[in-house]
Each structure stands twice: as structure tokens, then as C-alpha cells.
């Protein structure tokens, strides 16, 4: 009975991921328009980010503008990842692997960017030390609402940032690992059995994610209604949109394609078609984002006022509010 379902699979279902060239040939008239058309899509994406960074370096300080540089690149990076992944499908590891390390530092340059918009690590602390910070935050602590606000300090903000620190470097080094024993044909993503290595490196590397992600979203629960007039709420949404797509999506469509539920199509099996149709559904989502943005990072804005500032303005006002009721 085996023999007989083993002689109904084609061969090429079981194969590794084609070649570059294997793949052209395939291509049809429709399937050639498309991919020519995600290629063009990722050529503009890469193209508007150079812009951005010429627009970035002229008109914004050091250190502001290499922050802004990372995280604003995530989107056309992993674009132009996935674009060299859908050509050559045996380059996923490596594409795959690229865009997540690039990622991975920039969820770190998020933490950078929200300490360097109120003026640098020794404003941040003057602004908020003593200040009870709320923890029960996501990814970790959103439903434990009963857990104590810890006041701000130097220690408590070295460990935050610490927390974040550890997966752009754990996952690089990792990720490292992976390629190594991949080429050694040691790691398989297929492979779920206990002696498999990805059955480990793998849930690591989510729990690093989830450590990582936790500091992140207490950092700016606690700092964003400050940060409004600079769009730092739309920023952080797109960077959880680009975790979701890049991290989660991809995750859901591998699992589906090991098992089977993304059907095997010659000469792509279906955990390679699987991998193709994420590359290509990155390329456009990417996309989108390069483009919002163009309308958030390409712009200029003045210093963010400190406290002294805001208690003076208060005060004007409330001197004003009081001659007026007074003439009144």
C-alpha cells in the first residue's frame, strides 16, 4: 500500500528547492508579469529608501539620522531579501536569515530612537527617574494587571535595554549557527524529531523574541503621549506590522507547507512553493510600508521640549487664562 502512495507522489514534490535558472523556465507569460512586476515593486522600494537616507543625512544630526536610517530600512531590506529569495529559491536560508538579523537591530534602534528623541540616555533618565513605569505591557504581562509600576532608574534602564540588546546580538549568532549547520546538512526545518536541531533553535529564539519585545512595549506605553507631535505612534505600528508579517506570517505559511496544506506544485515542493509564496507576499506588503514611510521619516522636526519647558508654557497659559477672566 506504501509503495503504491510513494508511486503517485512526483518525484519533484520530494526534491530540494529548484534553481534559478529552473525556475525562469517554468515561468509562463502570467507568471513572468509577475515576477517581473514584484521585482519592479522592490526595486522602488530600495530605490525610495536610498532617497529617504539622502534626505535623512542632509537634514537631520548625528545620531538621530543613523537611527532613523536603520529602523526606516526594515521594510526595503526584507523586500529586497525576499525578491532574491523568489528568484533563487535555494537562497532562502540566506535571505531569510538576513532580513531577521537586520530586524533584530532594529528592535533595538527602536528603544534608541525613544531615548534619543528626548535628548540622549542622560535626558531620558533626568525627565523620568523616580517615575513609576507601568510593566503590564505585552508580550509578556498584558494580563497581569495587578503587578506594581516600577519607579525609573539608571539600573532598571540598563536592564531594559539589555533585554532588547540580547536578541540583536543572540539572534545574529544564532542565525549564524543555523547557516553553518544547514550547509552541513545538520538543520532542517522539516525536521521535527527531538534530535533535530531546528526543534530547539527554533522555540529559543522565540523566547528571545518575546524578552526582547517586552522592554520595547514598556519603554513607549510609558513615553508615547509624550511623542505624539513627532508620530511615534504610527512609527511603532508599523514597526509591530513588520514583526507580524515578517515573523509571524512566515512561521504560519512554513507550518502549513510541512504539513501539506500548501500543495506541492513541480518543480517547487510544497514546503519551497510554501517559502515562494511568502517571498512574494512580503515583496508587496513591504511595499506599502516603504511607501507610509516616505510620510513619516522624510520629514524634519523641532526639539522636543523638556519639562522646565512644559511647566513655563503651562504657567504662561494659566497667566493669560487668569487676565482674561480678570478683564472679563
Known sequence: MEETLNSTIDPACLQEPPLAMDVIKQ????????????????????LLYLEQCAYLYRNLPNPKKTTLMWISGAAPVISTMACFGMWIPRAVMFTDMTSNCYFAVVVYKVVVLI???FGGTGAFLKRFSGKPFKVSTGPCCCCCLCLPRVPMSRRWFF?????VLQYAILKTVLSI???????????????????????????????????SLWPVAIIFMNTNSFLRDIKIVPKYALYQLILVLSQLQTSIINILA????????????????????????????MFIITLINQSLYRR???????????????????LQAAHVEHDV
Open 300 to 318: 524634519t522636526y523641532d526639539k522636543l521640549p523638556s519639562d522646565v519647558d512644559d511647566n513655563e508654557n503651562n504657567a504662561e497659559v494659566a
Open 159 to 163: 536592564f531594559l535595554k539589555l533585554g
Open 258 to 285: 510541512l504539513d501539506g496544506t500548501i500543495a506541492c506544485a513541480p518543480p517547487f515542493s510544497s514546503q519551497a512553493r510554501g517559502s515562494m509564496l511568502s517571498q512574494q507576499m512580503m515583496i508587496m506588503e
Open 115 to 117: 531615548v534619543q528623541e
Open 27 to 46: 515561468l509562463d507569460v502570467l507568471g513572468l508579469c509577475l515576477y517581473s512586476m514584484l521585482t519592479l515593486m522592490s526595486c522602488i522600494s530600495l
Open 177 to 211: 549557527l543555523c547557516i553553518v549547520l544547514w550547509t552541513n546538512g545538520n538543520f532542517d526545518l522539516s525536521d521535527l524529531e527531538i534530535t533535530g536541531t531546528a526543534i530547539w533553535i527554533n522555540p529559543f529564539i522565540g523566547v528571545l523574541t518575546i524578552i
